[in-house]
């Protein structure tokens, strides 16, 4: 599937269907993973790429080129959507024109961009996070639109406004993200006991399609794909599934080797040599070798 081909599925699967599930990644093979599961899209989320590059917490120290160049890697081999964490589109509305094309050069299907203040942090980081103000942050929303090459890269804007400014305000703003050019609205919520009504509100007062971030706990996380759609969600991205398994799978590995010093007792844990050439392909790159290696 081309990038073009794999922006206007996922452009197309906005207007109806289930729920579009994209489980999160950092690197490509996860990726691979994701797409060999069956899932319909993949997210790449900056927290896990800033983890899994660089070993820091997401508090704005993974860049434009770090970022791109990862999603690059990832959409190069997969065929399914890839979407996209681009944190604030780092910088002001010159800086996201540049986000956005070097995001779309990278093969991505979508990317969302957040109305944080600099340095941004993980939304999933304690303490509410400041917000830029609405003007600035449409004026971005607006260059976004306006940068994209290809129409159907699909532009999700992301509010942070709800912790610190009440749903209200994170409502008015993803109304005036929809308004500038946004294809898809992201408000970010913490899992508080009324967090259900509180979806159901954005998305029947939005007007667009709407995303959620799934990992946060709570009563969200109790809800499968059929659930979400009832509350009128369109993608749910789930950032923390990789980074959380891997980062718990390795740990407990590497207490097995230290206690035993082998690894016996994770064979039936561990995939094999064939199983992990599969999730690689290599049956295709010795096709590739039989026909033209001369």
Sequence with gaps: MTRSSARKQLRERLKSGPVIIAPGIYDAYGARLVEQAGFEAVYMTGNGVSAG??????VGLADLTLMTSQAHRIAACV????ISDADTGYGNAVNVRHTVREFEAAGVAAIHLEDQASPKRCGQLPGARPVIELAEAIGKIEAAAAARRDPDFVIIARTDAAEAHGLDEAIRRGKAFHKAGADVIFVEMKAGPT??????????????PCLVNMGAGGKLDELDAAGLGQLGLRIAIYPGLERAVAGFAIREALAVLKQDGNTGAL???M???????????LAEIEEWERKYLK
């Design 53 to 58: 590059v660089l070993g820091q917490p997401d």
């Design 79 to 82: 065929d399914i959507p890839v």
């Design 267 to 269: 064979r039936s844990r």
């Design 271 to 281: 995939l094999g040599l064939r199983e992990y050439n599969q999730v690689l392909k």
């Design 195 to 208: 967090v259900l009504e509180d979806f159901k509100r954005v998305t029947s007062e939005v007007g667009a």
